[in-house]
């Protein structure tokens, strides 16, 4: 089994408001039931695998770029809104956080009988899974979370996450069947964490002398002690810095938002009226739902389509996030019915957007895109997790709270 990929991250604290969930249960599985329509149900598998688009995706849908609870939280909401419908999209989310990870083998023994799958090898999957990231890996990281995607024709991805209490950090472990080749020799692309630590990897091939040694009870003290072979890791603050983004890719979004890049392409001018802030959301979202893998190595930058629920970068444009989910869920609808105008035209965006790039030139403009953004929020009734903002105190108080968080950790 090769792993697609982990990624470590900070751990997260924070009320989720139901303002929030319920639009990012709306964005989300419409952004889901986009690419099923555009690639197929298993393209959504393949993206859910891959650790920066699963950030990404989480970003673009209000939640902070970097937080821990961006797995809970996203997959949360979406199984309120997917499996109800899983009748008709062929996918399930099973599993879930804390005790409700424990349930996975049973719900995907249920989703086999109904579907004459192999339920003992998918379970088997489902469990060997989980117990290689929690016991094969010993990296300090005790899972508490396992959500377990499966088709109705056997696909899977396998998202678990874990918790180191000492460093305040989490780790999530992402999975996909296709590439299945062993779940002991090798199944990870690399092990993400803290730089420098030394993790036990049993699962590594070069560890294969340590399992016969240790199967066979000859070695008590096996020294193959791997050093971290991949480093996808998240800063141990939330504010978002020019470092984390790639600014050409922004700046070429927000110059097609601002300043009547649809005028440029005849086939988006259906998008012509939509407002700048909800057209700069469609842009990234269009990205999420269109990108290839090597445009989400940058998952901050999502983090500017609506903003996040902390006010890092900025406040939740409410206004412009109805707007947006409006716009998905009309593209979504009316592609059930044959008219793909719209969906065409979303698909444009992404490319226009990718062709925008080619003649802007990046320069420092964060600083001023934060003050516009906070002002706008102030004036129009931008959200945090704490309510409405209040002019001047809810920008003190996220950047207080950000520091008192980090105040130690943030130097990255």
Not at 36 to 49: A, I, P
Not at 195 to 216: E, H
Request: with cysteine; charged share 25%.
């Amino acid at each position: 089994m090769i792993n697609s990929g982990m990624i470590g991250m900070p751990l997260h604290f924070g009320k989720m408001p139901r303002w929030l969930t319920e639009r990012m249960g709306s964005m989300g599985s419409t952004i889901i039931e986009s690419i099923v329509q555009n690639y197929g149900k298993s393209e959504v598998l393949t993206r859910l695998s891959d650790p920066n688009w699963f950030q990404a995706f989480g970003a673009v849908m209000g939640m902070q770029w970097n937080s821990s609870g961006v797995t809970a939280v996203v997959l949360g909401s979406l199984k309120g809104k997917i499996n109800p419908r899983a009748n008709d999209m062929g996918i399930y989310i099973l599993g879930g956080k804390g005790k409700y990870s424990w349930q996975a083998p049973n719900q995907v023994k249920r989703v086999s009988h109904k579907h004459g799958l192999n339920g003992n090898e998918l379970v088997k999957a489902c469990q060997l899974t989980r117990k290689v990231d929690n016991n094969a890996i010993q990296d300090g990281y005790n899972l508490y979370q396992q959500y377990f995607i499966l088709t109705d024709d056997g696909e899977w991805t396998s998202i678990s996450q874990g918790m180191n209490t000492s460093n305040r950090r989490a780790r999530r472990y992402h999975w996909h069947s296709p590439t299945v080749r062993s779940f002991v020799d090798d199944p990870h692309t690399g092990i993400v964490g803290v730089q420098n630590q030394k993790v036990l990897n049993l699962a590594d091939k070069r560890a294969f002398l340590a399992r016969q040694n240790i199967v066979n009870l000859v070695n008590e003290n096996p020294k193959e002690v791997l050093d971290a072979s991949k480093h996808i890791k998240m800063p141990n603050r939330h504010d978002v810095r020019e470092q984390d983004i790639n600014m050409t890719r922004l700046g070429a979004t927000l110059n097609m938002a601002y300043n009547n890049g649809v005028d440029n392409f005849e086939d988006l001018l259906m998008l012509k009226g939509v407002g700048p802030r909800t057209l700069k959301a469609l842009a990234l979202t269009s990205e999420v739902i269109h990108g290839d893998s090597s445009r989400f190595d940058d998952p901050a930058r999502f983090s500017f389509a609506l903003g996040g629920k902390d006010g890092l970068p900025h406040p939740i444009d409410t206004e412009a996030y109805d707007e947006t989910i409006e716009m998905l869920s009309d593209s979504v609808e009316k592609s059930r019915l044959g008219y793909n105008d719209k969906s065409k035209a979303l698909k444009r965006l992404h490319r226009a957007t990718v062709e925008g790039e080619k003649g802007f030139t990046p320069f420092s403009f964060l600083e001023d895109l934060l003050d516009i953004e906070w002002k706008h929020a102030e004036k129009n009734g931008g959200m945090t997790f704490m309510g409405e903002v209040i002019p001047g105190a809810t920008k003190m108080i996220t950047s207080l709270a950000n520091s008192f968080l980090y105040q130690n950790r943030g130097k990255n």
